[in-house]
């Protein structure tokens, strides 16, 4: 980007945030993309697809008999529920 084009682009968007992006309430915590460095994976998504893919993650790791590691991705998954549960439960303005 050449500097005249930054100088234009900030004083049409002065927060430093694109409107494209955000909807008329603002952007959607839901949707926010996270990237999650597990154990010995990285998963990248919204806060309910890691927590899913992480209890998956788990009951495999339970069945093949590797219960610290069952553990391990449980405790991540229980993180991001926890992130959807508090999102859930913030009021909107």
Same mark, same amino acid.
């Given at each position: ?28 915590? =839901? ?8 154990? &010995? ?15 998956? =993650? @788990?009951? &495999?790791?339970?069945?093949?008999? &590797?219960?610290?590691? @069952? ?23």
């Amino acid at each position: 980007m050449r500097p005249n084009e930054q100088k234009r682009w900030r004083s049409r968007h002065p927060s430093g945030q694109h409107k494209r992006f955000e909807g008329s309430r603002g952007p959607n915590p =839901l949707n926010r993309f996270y990237e999650s460095n597990g154990p &010995d994976v990285k998963v990248r998504g919204p806060a309910s697809l890691i927590a899913e893919k992480y209890q998956q =993650l @788990a009951r &495999d790791a339970h069945t093949s008999g &590797d219960l610290v590691a @069952a553990e391990a991705y449980q405790q991540y998954a229980e993180h991001y529920y926890r992130l959807v549960a508090a999102e859930q439960e913030r009021p909107r303005a």
